[in-house]
């Protein structure tokens, strides 16, 4: 049961002028403007970093530039420089910012996953996993009601929706799954920012037709993640709650009926 409640958007963060985040990857730049261009319709400026065109991650002075980063990898990432992107962004997400991490950048297969103290200090909100190409998904259970769900009523993954991973940290919030169960999005607080696990290849059916649908509100859920700022509790969606409390009044149907059988035995 998936719910959109007039009370997200109270939770939501404002447009904000001016680029906010910026786009970091090793992949086409064609497909990282792609992106730009879907969460620009949806209300967020981004630049592009492509780590293909300077061989070096960018500095921590760069990223704290930008209100949040969006991370992702499709090609192969030489060991220094995803060592420094992880050295850097866990440094920016602990001095306040926030980091949307996509696949292929939670790959388990360290030629593609960010390293260094993210890696080291698990930073993750979902961990790293093998690459999955799990059918046709669409959005599934929602766990919590939270701001990175505003607006966002369908999402489909396309043809493949790969995914990498399926496990949460500890330490992270789960918001939703995909309809096979697996994480689409997880948060955790790290020092004063975030660090948002997206189990989405961000690149839309536009430029790979097997990849998520830019029909559907991908590029909301997105955008969403960037301006993503905590949400004032993690409150269970609706759908749960019914159900929790069904189940405690049946406990308690069941205690009461129980007392009166055993009363009536001691008479």
């Known amino acids: 049961m998936r719910l959109v409640l007039p009370v997200l958007a109270l939770l939501s963060s404002p447009a904000l002028a001016g680029p906010v985040s910026l786009l970091v990857s090793i992949d086409r730049t064609s497909y990282m403007t792609d992106l730009q261009a879907k969460i620009g319709a949806a209300g ?11 061989n070096a991650a960018p500095t921590l002075g760069q990223l704290q530039a930008y209100q949040s980063v969006f991370v992702w990898t499709d090609f192969g990432c030489f060991f220094q420089v995803c060592k420094n992107l992880g050295n850097n962004l866990d440094a920016y997400v602990r001095g306040g910012g926030v980091a949307v991490i996509a696949p292929f950048a939670t790959s388990s297969d360290s030629g593609y996953s960010i390293g260094g103290a993210f890696q080291a200090n698990d930073d993750w909100a979902i961990e790293p996993g093998a690459l999955a190409g799990n059918g046709h998904q669409t959005l599934g259970a929602i766990h919590v009601v939270s701001s990175i769900l505003n607006g966002v009523n369908a999402v489909d993954g ?12 500890a330490a992270a919030t789960r918001v939703a799954d995909w309809s096979n169960g697996v994480p689409l999005v997880a948060y955790r607080k790290i020092g004063s920012g975030y660090v948002v696990g997206l189990n989405l290849f961000p690149v839309s059916s536009d430029k790979l037709n097997w990849s998520w649908a830019a029909a559907s509100d991908g590029a909301r859920l997105m955008a969403n993640a960037l301006t993503f700022t905590g949400d004032a509790a993690a ?11 069904v189940g405690l009044a049946a406990v308690l149907g069941f205690r009461r009926s ?7 035995g001691r008479r």
């Open 44 to 54: 967020v400026s981004a630049d592009v970093f492509n780590i293909n065109n300077t």
């Open 158 to 169: 396309g043809q493949y929706s790969y995914t990498n991973g399926s496990t949460l940290n």
């Open 235 to 245: 409150v269970p969606e609706p759908a749960s709650i019914v159900l929790a409390g």
């Open 258 to 264: 129980f007392r009166r059988r055993s009363g009536d």
